[in-house]
């Protein structure tokens, strides 16, 4: 589906000139498919396993266990590289673990729907890989691009209702991406080979977005052409007063959609309301809102109805979906233009095939089971109930005072039997736990 296209037809036509400009500099990019058999299952979504309940291997994606030592130098904050379990064929090298360890439940994982761990997107894995192994290694420009990351583009665009979708490595590339294809613009456009000051794009950026916007908006402006405006958190008037004294024409308002870190909702409805008046470009970072809000997953767009009104939705596939990589879901043009200049896509490898068919399988799953939703948002109604903490999604900000309270406290891990808190809690809060 098309964005509505109330920002005007500014941007479109800038973008077509962008475009144009680098198909008279023959650097207009193009991916080309390779073909790999047996094709991936398209419209058999019969043929993916899903379930209705809770299963028992729901549990594995919280449950861990860390070695005694490890549990008491975090406890006593001594720095680390990683290395004081090696393992070799089930027995610790490191004498000292004596294969002690201590079960956890994890909350600060990003596994909101438990998808890590479940079978069918493990069969879709494992078929994968065996049918293929990682498949062409190689960037997605090259013959890194293939008719697995092709089918699962489409199923992303269906699920953003956007005309087409960019796979990329992470959804930190993404975002990198994103913000260096719109520095570029101006480059393009500009008939000398310095862009005058009034042919700049501004950037308004919400002053809590995730650090793959601050870099890549920081990238943008090593280029010369953006100006940056970074807004109060949330503040809506900040924001109107900044876009109503800015006198440049070619705006964009990049936002998180749900905040990584503060648990709370970018408003909406308000940033359509101002799109609206301002024209501006509307790009959200929706790696927390995807398969965790809206009817079908579609993310925080889809759960305030204002999917149309989102240019460019950027997302990820390491949370809600179990798996890995990121996507940038947008119109043909703005894919094209991404996909020709977003640097951290054009010079990364792409998407291993197995991990690929694991996310196809992940959208399709975490479409189906949609009461995987439901149990989220039940389990934050009933954290709210208890505790009296105002929350308003499943990420949850525990605020104790200083930077220092703050890492101490973090350091006092949960370890609780089963017997002891349920299932279900433990799937819905190991969400980014966040403590500042």
């Known amino acids: 589906m098309e964005n509505d296209n109330n920002y005007g037809d500014s941007w479109d036509s800038w973008v077509d000139e962008a475009l144009a400009k680098l198909h008279s500099l ?193 990238l943008a402006e090593r280029q010369h052409t953006v100006d940056v405006y970074v807004y109060r958190h949330c503040d809506m008037s900040h924001l109107s007063s900044l876009l109503s004294s800015c006198e440049l024409k070619k705006k964009v308002v990049v936002t998180d959609s749900l905040f990584s870190m503060d648990g709370d909702f970018a408003p909406m409805i308000e940033l359509v309301n101002l799109r609206k008046r301002h024209g501006f470009l509307l790009v959200i970072d929706d790696a927390h809102g995807t398969f965790v809000c809206g009817k079908h997953g579609g993310g925080v767009a889809e759960e305030f109805n204002c999917d149309r009104q989102v240019d460019i939705c950027i997302g990820t596939l390491s949370k809600a979906a179990g798996c890995h990589g990121g996507f940038i879901a947008c119109s043909k043009k703005w894919k094209q233009l991404v996909q020709s200049r977003g640097r951290s896509f054009i010079f990364s490898t792409s998407a291993p095939v197995p991990i690929v068919a694991a996310a196809h399988a992940a959208v399709i799953v975490g479409k189906k089971e949609g009461w995987r939703r439901k149990a989220i948002w039940n389990r934050v109604q009933e954290f709210r109930a208890l505790t009296g903490i105002p929350i308003t999604s499943p990420i949850i900000s525990l605020i104790v005072g200083s930077e220092e309270k703050a890492l101490k406290a973090s350091r006092f891990p949960l370890s609780l039997s089963q017997n002891e808190f349920s299932l279900a809690h433990a799937q819905t809060l190991c969400g980014c736990c966040n403590s500042y």
């Open 26 to 218: 023959k650097l207009l990019r193009s991916l080309r498919p390779i073909n790999l058999s047996p094709q991936p299952y398209k419209n058999c979504e019969d043929d993916y396993q899903v379930f209705d309940e809770m299963q028992p291997w729901d549990r594995s994606s919280v449950e861990i266990s860390i070695s005694e030592p490890t549990f008491h130098k975090w406890l006593l904050d001594i720095p680390s590289a990683g290395d004081e379990d090696i393992w070799s064929n089930g027995v610790a090298d490191n004498k000292e673990d004596n294969g002690r360890f201590k079960k956890l439940l994890l909350f600060s994982g990003n596994d909101y729907l438990g998808l890590s761990s479940h079978p069918t997107i493990a069969r879709a894995v494992t078929k994968a890989a065996q049918e293929h192994g990682m498949g062409p290694r190689g960037s997605a420009l090259i013959c890194g691009y293939t008719n697995y990351h092709r089918l699962l583009e489409s199923s992303l665009a269906d699920l953003k209702k956007k005309e087409d979708c960019l796979l990329c490595p992470t959804g930190f590339a993404a975002n990198m991406a994103v913000m260096v294809a719109l520095g570029n613009i101006v480059s393009l456009l500009a008939a000398d080979a310095k862009p005058m000051k009034e042919d700049r794009i501004a950037i308004f950026s919400d002053a809590l977005n995730h650090a793959s916007i601050i870099d890549g908006i920081r």
